[in-house]
């Protein structure tokens, strides 16, 4: 089992910036792959970016490519999302996820709520 508990959500103001955290704790060796996704009232949940834990090679979506980027700090368990340049649709519950298999999300965190005011 993977436990993951996300962090670092609020409200800023459009063209903000805020850095989300993930740790991750226990058999967290079993995981190659880290994501983050978020979901709006009424959305299906997204897709935002994924890193390899063990190379680092890192995929974006089209949507935050260029405005996100996705980080990890392997000493201390731990992923990141750089959020900057914020707009009000990127207003979510931003969720972080581990898998071991590419496409395959085993373990999800309770997510952390982003509002981005106009």
Known sequence: QVQLVESGGGLVQAGGSLRLSCAASGRTFSSNFMG????????????????????????????????????????????????????????AVYYCAAGKVLYNWDYWGQGTQVTVSS
């Not at 994924?50 to 490519?65: E, L, Q």
């Open 36 to 91: 983050w996704f978020r979901q709006a009232p009424g959305k299906d949940r997204e897709f935002l970016a994924r890193i390899s834990w063990i190379g680092g090679n890192t995929y974006y979506a089209d949507s935050v490519k260029g405005r996100f980027t996705i980080s990890k700090d392997s000493a201390k368990n731990t992923l990141y999302l750089q959020m900057n340049n914020l707009k009000p649709e990127d207003t």
